[in-house]
């Protein structure tokens, strides 16, 4: 299957620095627009410079430079530079980069997991060249948690022993590249006693599930995010759909795109339910709703 999701999402690359080459999937990006004055936030994270109004709405921006680590876009330079404005995390953020390179097609496929040796800190989904040069995908759900930690309600569900009991017995598995995303994933479930499966890779994703089938115990519900290098998650249901011994799984794809039409094509391809990730209680509201349809089944 042609991925939905490559066929309409590029990369955007851009520079926090004067050698390397950053990229974010277009898809999360509103627009591009050149550095403006910015009105002072009072009591912000030290990376927020501040906010504009784009289109009738204030927008935080972060200097992502010194967000990641970089030494920060000085105020001479800020003149030069450009704000990126992105739909994520079910916010609208704006982030100042030193520069912008271009937009290229992309074969998402061909894009590596960061090396192991980067460490827990590092900002990066993902690796490719373009042009012989490296590019790094810069993974914007760790960065607006560390700049706008989550709330509380947001990572925690509360659940009664019923429904716990419910979802105790069920093989679950959860995907995700963004290591903040999978930490969010794992800690709602650790939280309530939840067993469970995870992997960053979609294509690793799909050889547990084939192995977790062979073993006589295949996965009941599958958490995977939507945007992945590799194997998609558009693309990891369609195939787990389509393989007989692993299409009774319950497949719910979560997105930080705030966008119906990601919804859309999630259902498309075989997912029974789409999220806009991240939210502890509706992702556990969508695990029971799989859970009744085992229930039903062993009825």
Known sequence: MKSKASQSQGLLLFRLSQTQLFALGTLKIRELVPFTSLSAIPKSHPNVLGATTVRGQTIPIIDMAAAVGYAPISEADRLKSYIIITDCQRMVMGFLVRSIDKIIECNWRDIESPPNNLGKNAYL??????EDKLVQLLDVELLLSKVFPPSP?????ILTDVQREILKPLNI??????LVARKQLSDALDSINIPYLVTSDGREALAIMEHASQE????DLLVSDIEMPGLDGYEL?????NTPSLASAY??????????ISVSQAHQVGADEALTKFDAHELIDAMLRGAKRFDTNKD
Not at 125 to 130: F, Y
Not at 173 to 178: A, P, Q, R, T
């Open 173 to 178: 598995l959860l995907v995700d590249d963004s």
């Open 251 to 260: 497949i719910i794809l979560h997105t930080s795109l705030s966008s119906e």
């Open 216 to 219: 006589g115990r295949p996965v």
């Open 153 to 157: 309600e947001t990572t925690r569900a």
């Open 125 to 130: 989904t993902g690796v490719t060249r373009v």
């Open 237 to 241: 249901a369609f195939e787990v759909k």
